[in-house]
């Protein structure tokens, strides 16, 4: 499968207990897409494994317990940790206008006001109070806020990014 036909939600970082159970770090805003997830994938790099049946998801702060179907011991369960846990894009609900999901984000073109072209964002992080993009490819690597201030537009149909770099960037 395509891999751009996958939303990441999370990775696998341990097994719990003896029965199968997992422990995800989340990548979600919040728990609401877990609470109907029925039907999930598995991947690791381009790898992908599923669908596999969720059988009990549990919500805990920045981390969610999974038990899918056909992993009911520690071995098993272990074979999971690393892997990303996806579910199919088009399970993703419609965002609300100027809000864009990180994945529709990488590989934009980012040019100033002017015109004059900075490089493609090549990732995203969160920080306490607004995104970071890392925007190589130019002259040189940027950090760029994800505040009013710098991004001023963002067209995903174009695939451009035009920001206004405030001194120091």
Same mark, same amino acid.
């Given at each position: 499968? $395509? =891999?751009?036909?996958?939303?990441?939600?999370?990775?696998? &970082?341990?097994?719990?207990?003896?029965?199968?159970?997992?422990?995800?770090?989340?990548?979600? /805003?919040? *728990?609401?897409? !877990?609470? $109907?997830?029925? #039907?999930?994938?598995?991947?690791?790099?381009?790898?992908?494994? +599923? =669908?596999?049946?969720?059988?009990?998801?549990?919500?805990?702060?920045?981390?969610?317990?999974? /038990?899918?179907?056909?992993?009911?011991?520690?071995?098993?369960? $272990?074979?999971?940790?690393?892997?990303?846990? @996806?579910?199919?894009?088009?399970?993703? %609900?419609? @965002? =609300?206008?100027?809000?864009?999901?990180?994945? *529709?984000?990488?590989? !934009?073109?980012?040019?100033? #006001?002017?015109?004059?072209?900075?490089?493609?964002? /090549?990732?995203?992080? =969160?920080? +306490?109070? $607004?995104? &970071?993009? &890392?925007?190589?490819?130019?002259?040189?690597?940027? !950090? !760029?806020?994800?505040?009013?201030?710098?991004?001023? %537009?963002?067209?995903? *149909?174009?695939? &451009?990014?035009?920001?206004?770099?405030? /001194?120091?960037?």
């Amino acid at each position: 499968m $395509n =891999p751009t036909q996958f939303f990441e939600i999370g990775r696998i &970082v341990k097994s719990c207990g003896l029965k199968g159970l997992m422990k995800a770090v989340s990548y979600l /805003e919040s *728990d609401e897409k !877990l609470r $109907n997830l029925d #039907e999930l994938y598995m991947g690791y790099g381009n790898d992908r494994k +599923g =669908p596999f049946k969720a059988k009990g998801v549990r919500s805990r702060g920045k981390s969610f317990f999974l /038990e899918i179907e056909g992993v009911g011991n520690i071995e098993s369960a $272990n074979a999971f940790i690393g892997c990303s846990v @996806l579910i199919p894009a088009d399970r993703l %609900e419609e @965002l =609300p206008k100027g809000e864009y999901y990180w994945r *529709d984000m990488i590989g !934009l073109k980012v040019v100033t #006001e002017d015109g004059h072209f900075i490089g493609v964002i /090549e990732s995203i992080f =969160p920080t +306490g109070s $607004n995104d &970071v993009y &890392v925007c190589s490819g130019g002259e040189r690597e940027v !950090l !760029l806020p994800g505040i009013a201030d710098v991004i001023r %537009e963002i067209d995903i *149909d174009r695939g &451009v990014m035009v920001v206004k770099l405030l /001194e120091g960037l």
